[in-house]
């Protein structure tokens, strides 16, 4: 069957925020077919025996992975199995809490063609305050001085809340550099041209390189705050310097940085152009 959609879930021990998240999905009212595709990375008998819930579904599929493939590979695997002319990929934590989220992604994308990748505005549930989904094209010493003294520094300070985008509007549809690949619509033909995800990395920093390569391309990539969605506003890289040595997750998260800087090291930014 060919679907409008394809929502691909990457789980990873969260099956219960997965299972809240696709029947928030099913809540959706929308005007062309759709399906979710969950793969399953978590090695845990428990979080797959929990996600069985989801074949009640028909519009479901469930994937379980028998050992863990990572991020980048994950959601390539899942890219693979769908037959949708959007790409929608999701992160497990995300709840839709307006029926007509969907909707107006996919009739934003119908109608901007130039459009390569949209994402939504985004709550954290906690405090409901606004995650900061957009970001400038990174650079490797932003990175590292904000979880360093160095980000108290006068000049330095303002560097990097520019790079955080500290001062956009997250209530006005634009352009921007990138968006953290928690929620994205991305055409699927776009997606295969590049062969999705970028493997060079493990879990971080494909989302900023495949926006690069958008741009780079033609197409633009856009945050559209008239459609919200909920999450639980953690985030794997979290932590300052120190945490480096405590937590596998950031040290990866540098690890993929420093891959990111070495593959665009001689290029320019696209959006200049």
């Not at 005007?31 to 797959?48: G, H, K, Q």
Request: with cysteine; net charge positive; glycine share 6%.
């Amino acid at each position: 069957m060919r679907y409008k959609a394809s929502i691909i879930i990457l789980d990873y021990k969260k099956s219960k925020r997965v299972c809240e998240n696709v029947e928030s999905i099913q809540k959706q009212i929308v005007s062309c077919p759709f399906e979710v595709i969950i793969v399953d990375n978590s090695c845990d008998f428990e979080n797959a025996e929990k996600l069985t819930c989801l074949k009640q579904y028909e519009n479901v599929q469930l994937h379980i992975n028998a050992g863990n493939v990572g991020y980048i590979k994950g959601n390539n695997q899942g890219a693979k199995l769908a037959n949708g002319e959007y790409l929608l990929i999701v992160n497990p934590d995300i709840v839709w809490r307006h029926d007509d989220t969907l909707q107006k992604m996919i009739d934003y994308m119908d109608s901007n063609p130039d459009i390569g990748i949209l994402g939504p505005k985004q709550i954290n549930d906690g405090d409901g305050s606004t995650a900061m989904t957009v970001r400038a094209f990174p650079k490797f010493f932003l990175q590292i001085a904000r979880r360093t003294f160095f980000r108290k520094l006068p000049v330095i300070r303002d560097w990097v809340a520019h790079d955080e985008m500290r001062h956009l509007n997250y209530d006005k549809i634009q352009e921007v550099d990138w968006l953290q690949s928690s929620f994205w619509i991305i055409r699927k033909e776009l997606w295969d041209s590049f062969g999705g995800l970028n493997s060079d990395y493990f879990i971080f920093m494909s989302d900023p390189d495949l926006c690069f390569k958008i741009w780079k391309k033609g197409y633009k990539v856009v945050y559209y705050p008239d459609a919200t969605v909920y999450a639980d506003g953690i985030r794997l890289s979290s932590g300052g310097f120190m945490t480096y040595f405590q937590k596998w997750t950031l040290r990866q998260h540098v690890k993929d940085s420093l891959r990111y800087m070495w593959n665009h090291l001689f290029s320019r930014n696209p959006r200049k152009k």
